[in-house]
């Protein structure tokens, strides 16, 4: 039984390519056999067509070419063998036997000879005379196309030929969208952004602005953006909606909630890769005003439960300025300073020590060195209890409670540690975010005199 050709998904606008898909091959004999069948490939067998008879009627040569197949390194006759005994040389006659292309031309755009002579060319720039192939032109369709059947395994190194997205729009697409441009065949135009090919229904509902399947999942991303701060929120805004991330993998997944279905972040677009993502949350754009019409709140840090009316001091104050020049507020700068974007991707440990200066008031350094005393008093009497009941009550519950105690105390000591650590990196960066603004006031006006000190000469 021989096998079927996979079904092509042609393009029907008019601007059709040369259209191209790679299937990897386990049984290599069924594909070359279905390649270099006559029936297919030979003017002869298709003569009974309307087509077939006008050709001939207007061609009455008949030195023309009636077989449109080839062979490259290997005889049409003999593929298998031939390709057979290169593996069994190199010792890799496991795995993918071999990689079937198609190459599918617009209706009436290409002569048999054309076609296949585009296919010769084709499977020479791919294979640069490596891989061993046979090259056939089929004619039993309305739009001619061409199949390339080639060994997984070189002839003169003996590697395997890698068949992977990268390399379909680096090699394969690219080879044929040259070829076609040399022969001055029609090429589609898609967004250079664009590295993944997309069904034909998809790409016209898209071109049509109609909804897909991953619209509502787009949606989904693009609201938790607006209202995420860092990416930590990004993702537990997703998990309470249902979602599940696994990003232990080459390509990170986003598990979709109900169905359990996956699907990577790439293939959404590349507005929904991981680190545009990420990029989207730490610069978000601003929203633009349209009449009357009143953009939608954007993210809130909520640092205390009602807004102090009196001003704020101390480390209350630092704490509270730094956030804003960093964007965390509300009232977002428009230009991020330099000295302080790099603490941006930090932005999570900055809000839980705000949070933790806010709850418990602290002004200065002072009480921040006061409570972070107490805590250390307070583990070293919880250590010798807990010491005590490992000597003498090994099973006691109340060791988990000691235990969760001193976790919580040493998470306070660690807090106020670093709070006093970092807040004096944060005033020498808010003194050189000040300097730098203030510079760049000072350039327009430097420009502005220098201008009229020119004029005036």
């Keep these: 039984m021989r096998p079927r050709c996979p079904r092509l998904k042609r393009r029907k606008e008019k ?25 297919k490939c030979s003017r002869r067998a298709n003569e009974d067509s309307l087509e077939s ?5 207007r061609n009455e040569d008949k030195s023309e070419q009636d077989l449109f ?16 005994r290169v593996k069994a040389m190199w010792h890799k006659e496991k795995g993918v036997q071999g990689f079937h292309l198609v190459q599918s031309f617009a209706a009436s755009e290409v002569t048999p000879e054309r076609a296949h002579q585009i296919g010769l060319e084709f499977a020479d ?3 640069h005379g490596n891989f061993q192939a046979v090259i056939s032109t089929h004619l039993n369709t309305k739009c001619i196309h061409n199949h390339i059947v080639w060994n997984s395994v070189s002839v003169k190194d003996g590697k395997k030929y890698r068949s992977n997205a990268k390399s379909y729009i680096t090699e394969v697409r690219r080879i044929s969208d040259a ?9 589609i135009c898609t ?11 998809q790409w016209l509902a898209e071109q049509n602005g109609a909804p897909t399947w991953k619209t509502p999942i787009q949606q989904d991303l693009d609201a938790a953006v607006a209202v995420a701060l860092t990416w930590k929120q990004f993702l537990r805004i997703l998990e309470r909606q249902g979602y599940a991330f696994r990003f232990d993998r080459k390509h990170p997944t986003l598990i979709l909630p109900g169905s359990g279905r996956t699907v990577r972040f790439k293939t959404l677009g590349m507005r929904y890769t991981p ?11 601003p929203a633009h005003r349209a009449g009357k019409e009143q953009t939608p709140v954007r993210r809130r840090l909520l640092l205390s439960g009602k807004k102090p009316h009196r001003r704020r001091t101390g480390l209350r104050a630092l704490y509270f300025s730094y ?12 230009y991020i300073s330099y000295a302080v974007r790099e603490d941006i991707r930090k932005l999570d440990r900055r809000i839980e020590q705000a949070e933790f200066i806010f709850k418990n008031h602290i002004a200065d350094r002072g009480q921040l060195a006061a409570i972070r005393q107490k805590a250390e008093d307070e583990i070293a009497v919880l250590i010798k209890q807990r010491q005590k009941l490992y000597r003498y009550e090994p099973k006691s519950p109340q060791i988990g409670v000691c235990t969760a105690q001193l976790k919580k105390l040493r998470h306070t000591v660690k807090l106020c540690r670093n709070i006093e650590i970092h807040s004096i990196e944060m005033e020498q960066r808010l003194q050189s975010a000040r300097l730098e603004e203030q510079q760049k006031k000072e350039d327009p006006q430097k420009e502005a005199r220098n201008r009229d000190n020119h004029k005036g000469r």
């Design 191 to 201: 967004e250079k952004s664009e590295q993944v090919v997309r069904p034909y229904a």
């Design 179 to 187: 070829l076609c441009a040399e022969h001055r065949l029609s090429i």
């Design 125 to 127: 720039r791919l294979l």
């Design 275 to 285: 680190e545009t993502l990420q990029r989207r949350i730490l610069y978000p754009k």
């Design 15 to 39: 601007s059709a390519i040369a259209y191209t898909s790679v299937i990897p091959v386990h049984r290599l004999n069924n594909a070359i056999d279905y390649a270099l069948d006559e029936k």
């Design 53 to 57: 008879a006008l050709h001939k009627a």
């Design 323 to 334: 956030l804003y020049k960093v964007g965390a507020l509300p009232k977002k700068p428009r």
């Design 69 to 84: 197949a080839s062979a490259c390194g290997c005889t049409c006759e003999t593929a298998f063998e031939d390709m057979c």
